[in-house]
């Protein structure tokens, strides 16, 4: 196995791309609904470091998941209301903020995929604080993943505001990730063969075919069957990026390297979709002035959720690359001066 764990790096990157495809309202966009987010959650759950001190572990999540979180959604709160779109009011402001900052609250028009970021921060921490403290040792990933699938649970019964019930059911399947992790021989013994993900596959289009999700608005025809299904279809997109690792070279390469760029995937793809929007208006002859009437997209027919995708996909990679050389130069100040 490739350091960083080769495959999970591609899984990633197959679950950032349908997430841009499903956002971008391509084909089968109602079965990617069903499992793009336990996926990463999932995966997250997997690479769960239970080695770092509590404060070693927060420390990191704040700089990789909450710092970004909070700084983009208040930038883009702040560029909401300079650019007319959000009505300026010194109350409504200050609650904005206050929820982003407790990582409940974001900036939906531009930003609305960050949800994951804040979400995912609130989930590994507080797994990692009761991992940690928590009296029991034996079997204790098989305790927490009972107790988060009693959270699950809750949020799927009740739908608490700020979407707080999606967070709850996600936490189970990064629970389910380390459970994975810890006994991986036993899976790995039983799971890897054509049988069993031909099966997981077929058991998850059949209740894709007939179930429904909608995490926003914790609204599941089946909440049971959510669950099976999206643990299927994550177990699927793990095998078949097993394959892709040791038999695809070139897909693998683009794949972990979209999976490792996934942060800056989630954070820009709205605002790139403001580009292509721009080019639907002109090609239209509708005036800019209506750039912001249309979220996230203005159409997507004829084929026209590719140009989204592979705008979504690839735009926001440059504006990561500048981001960090921005983000670098500091430090290369500091470091010769250092000297």
């Not at 336990?38 to 997997?46: C, D, M, N, Q, V």
């Not at 402001?93 to 949800?115: C, Q």
Request: overall charge positive.
């Amino acid at each position: 196995m490739k350091q960083r764990a080769g495959y999970l790096d591609i899984a990633k990157g197959i679950g950032i791309l349908l997430v841009v495809w499903a956002h971008a309202r391509g084909p089968f966009s109602t079965y990617i609904y069903q499992f793009h987010m336990p996926l990463f959650f999932l995966i997250s759950g997997y690479l769960f470091n239970e080695k770092n001190t509590v404060k070693q572990f927060a420390v990191k999540k704040i700089k990789t998941l909450y710092c970004p979180f909070v700084f983009w959604n208040i930038c883009f709160s702040v560029i909401s209301i300079f650019l007319g779109i959000k009505k300026f009011s010194r109350e409504e402001f200050s609650i904005s903020i206050a929820k982003i900052i407790l990582t409940i609250g974001k900036d939906g028009f531009f930003l609305g995929a960050t949800w994951f970021l804040g979400s995912l921060f609130v989930v590994s921490v507080s797994y990692k604080v009761m991992d940690a403290y928590m009296l029991v040792q034996k079997e204790k990933s098989i305790i927490l993943l009972v107790l988060y699938a009693v959270i699950a649970c809750i949020g799927f019964t009740i739908t608490f505001p700020d979407l707080i019930s999606r967070t709850l059911i996600l936490s189970m399947f990064f629970a389910a990730g380390r459970v994975v992790r810890k006994y991986k021989e036993e899976f790995e013994t039983y799971g890897q063969t054509k049988v069993m993900i031909f099966f997981s596959a077929v058991i998850f289009l059949v209740i894709g075919h007939y179930n429904s999700a909608n995490m926003g608005a914790n609204e599941y025809r089946y909440p049971l069957l959510f669950v099976i299904g999206a643990l299927a279809a994550s177990y699927v997109v793990i095998e078949i990026s097993k394959y892709i690792e040791n038999h695809l070279l070139m897909m693998d390469k683009i794949l972990s390297f979209f999976g490792r760029k996934s942060i800056y995937i989630l954070i820009w793809q709205f605002v790139v979709f403001r580009l292509v929007i721009a080019v639907q208006l002109y090609r239209n002859h509708i005036s800019l002035h209506h750039l912001f009437d249309y979220y996230p997209c203005y159409t997507t027919e004829h084929g026209q959720w590719i140009l989204y995708t592979v705008t979504g996909m690839i735009v926001p990679l440059f504006i990561g690359a500048v981001t960090d050389f921005i983000e670098s130069i500091p430090k290369k100040i500091l470091s010769r001066v250092k000297r």
